[in-house]
């Protein structure tokens, strides 16, 4: 794919790069906002402006191991060529317009995996993928879910007993203050995990056009770009999954919301560290159902549960099949138009 010459394309998709993180931001907006609003702590407009500032500044706190992950852990940087990123980005975007429009909270993170995995194989076939690091992304469906249910349900239990003799509103004005930590520390592990993919995406399209000197890493202004663009899509909002995050799932109070945040955030905070690309989507979900489920199991809508786990499991494979087909008018293009 080489419309307009190498320089042009790498300036195009590099921005279309920049707008998936947009993208990313708006959908995934929710898991950062959805328990403080829905909570009544904050009121939308506001959470979305903290948000946005606590997932701008997350590259002050963590390293860039999920980005080395995503640029040269799913599948061999030798392949990868304008097509394919095309192909990734393209698959990505459209399913998370897709699942956004419908409301449906569902991983852009796994979108973005898929859509790679998808153009590269339909490039080079099966040999380039890195099985490992598919595995360790594809595990992150299920597994940081269950560590956010698990985390959550322990702090309610921990919270419940550290607070049992106080009176009900000192509880309620103690969660709600504290609400506005855990908040940010939601933020800011979704800002430092889902901003690096899209570093991983850009940082592998420079080292197939030779930018990148030395070895693979990810140059600062590539950190900045992603993390301003992820910032200004969070502070856009996404209206219609805050609605099925925040309430739909199960109804919170300031104590829930603050152990489903807290839970969240530690799983993010670890996965980053590891360079493990999970979803913040399914993290927050995951812990959101964790802290109802403590309540009492009928507290929970299960039903809409079990709708958002199948829009998990179908997300990578589907958006693969985009990528792949986004790889495919790219190269028809080129044959067209080169």
């Known amino acids: 794919m080489d419309l307009g010459g190498p320089g042009v394309m790498l300036v195009f998709l590099i921005v279309v790069a920049l707008a998936f993180d947009f993208?990313?931001?708006?959908?995934?907006?929710?898991?950062?906002?959805?328990?403080i609003v829905s909570t009544r702590v904050l009121p939308a407009r506001y959470a979305v402006m903290w948000a946005a500032f606590f997932n701008f500044i997350a590259f002050l706190f963590f390293g860039l191991h999920v980005a080395q992950t995503v640029g040269k852990g799913i599948i061999q940087p030798g392949i990868v060529s304008d097509a394919v990123i095309f192909g990734a980005l393209g698959g990505a975007i459209t399913w998370n317009v897709v699942t956004w429009l419908a409301g449906i909270p569902s991983s852009s993170s796994h979108a973005l995996i898929g859509g790679l995995i998808g153009a590269g194989v339909a490039k080079a076939g099966f040999d380039p993928v890195i099985w490992s690091g598919v595995i360790k992304t594809a595990a992150g469906i299920f597994v940081s879910p269950a560590m956010g249910f698990t985390l959550a349900i322990i702090l309610?239990?921990?919270?419940?007993?550290?607070?049992?003799?106080?009176?009900?509103t000192m509880a309620d004005n103690t969660f709600r203050k504290l609400q506005f930590v855990s908040a940010s520390l939601y933020s800011l592990g979704h800002g430092g995990n889902d901003a690096q993919k899209t570093m991983g995406i850009i940082a592998v399209l420079l080292y197939a056009h030779g930018h990148l000197h030395g070895e693979f890493h990810v140059p600062f202004w590539v950190v900045i770009s992603c993390q301003a663009a992820m910032g200004l899509g969070t502070l856009m909002g996404g209206w219609r999954i805050v609605h099925t995050m925040g309430s739909r799932i199960t109804r919170l109070s300031p104590q829930q919301g603050f152990c489903a945040e807290t839970g969240g955030a530690i799983t993010l905070f670890l996965a980053t560290h590891l360079g493990v690309p999970v979803s913040t989507t399914h993290t927050i979900t995951g812990a959101i159902v964790g802290v109802g489920a403590a309540r009492r199991v009928s507290a929970v809508r299960w039903s809409l549960a079990t709708g958002i786990v199948w829009a998990w499991v179908i997300t990578m494979p589907i958006a693969a099949l985009m990528g792949a087909g986004f790889y495919f008018l790219a190269r028809l293009a080129d044959r067209v138009f080169g």
């Open 23 to 35: 993208l990313n931001g708006l959908h995934d907006a929710a898991n950062s906002i959805a328990t």
């Open 156 to 168: 309610v239990l921990l919270v419940s007993w550290l607070f049992v003799r106080a009176t009900p």
